[in-house]
């Protein structure tokens, strides 16, 4: 079974930037596991901000940014937003019936 | 807008069952394939399984094989999750959520599922 890594907390200061990365035991990601970053807040459902390695939906403000960086996928957030305090967790898709979770990284605004 | 509804979570007892569904509203759900995705505090998010838009296949995750059935009525706009041999591990709240490109696109609220005698 496949294992998603993540950093498990990282701090950001309003308007700065911030990257979280999102690594694989199997070896590099590309762009064939169609990265994914979801948002977190308490108490809420998850809401995908990044699918497909780069892409956004709607909702996705402009400071979100998703690439591949090295061997991982990356979230970028540039100009940090007292909202944006909340889990982020990177979805990894090996093949139909492996779409593996990493176990989050609790962003701090601060 | 698009709305996702879960429900028919519960307390079941282990070896138990349940049926989860999810109604669909504001796209067109006959257009969408559809999963269901569960997250617990310990073991974090899991993706549970996934259905075409037609029905016609389904995949999924090797611990819930053999034991859950995912399918689908368009005419009724509503995904269905049967939840057969149930186990202490299944605790979790399932979510459903549309798909897109291998990920997630809207997701529903969730539904409280616990196993436990």
């Known amino acids: 079974q496949a294992v998603v890594t993540q950093e498990p907390s990282l701090t950001v200061s309003p308007g700065g930037t911030v990257t979280l990365t999102c690594g694989s035991s199997t070896g590099t990601v590309t762009g064939r596991h169609f990265p994914s970053w979801l948002q977190q807040k308490p108490g809420q459902a998850p809401r995908t901000v990044i699918y497909d390695t780069n892409k956004k939906h709607s909702w996705t403000p402009a400071r979100f940014s998703g690439s591949l960086l090295g061997d991982k996928a990356a979230l970028t957030l540039s100009g940090a937003q007292p909202e944006d305090e909340a889990d982020y967790y990177c979805l990894l898709s090996y093949d139909v019936t492996r779409r593996v979770f990493g176990g989050g990284t609790r962003l701090t605004v601060l | 807008q698009v709305q996702l509804v879960e429900s028919g979570g519960g307390v079941v007892q282990p070896g138990g069952s349940l049926r989860l569904s999810c109604a669909a509203s504001g796209f067109p759900f006959s257009t969408y394939h559809m999963h269901w995705v569960r997250q617990t505090p310990g073991t974090g998010l899991e993706w549970v399984a996934f259905?075409?838009?037609?029905?016609?296949?389904?995949y999924y995750a090797d611990s819930v094989r053999g034991r859950f059935t995912l399918s689908r009525d368009n005419s009724r706009n509503t995904l269905y999750l049967q939840m057969n041999s149930l186990r202490n591990d299944d605790t979790a709240v399932y979510y459903c959520?549309?798909?897109?490109?291998?990920?997630?696109?809207?997701w529903g609220r969730g539904t409280l599922v616990t196993v436990s005698s």
């Open positions: 959520a549309q798909d897109i490109m291998w990920g997630f696109e809207n």
């Open positions: 259905i075409r838009d037609n029905g016609k296949t389904q």
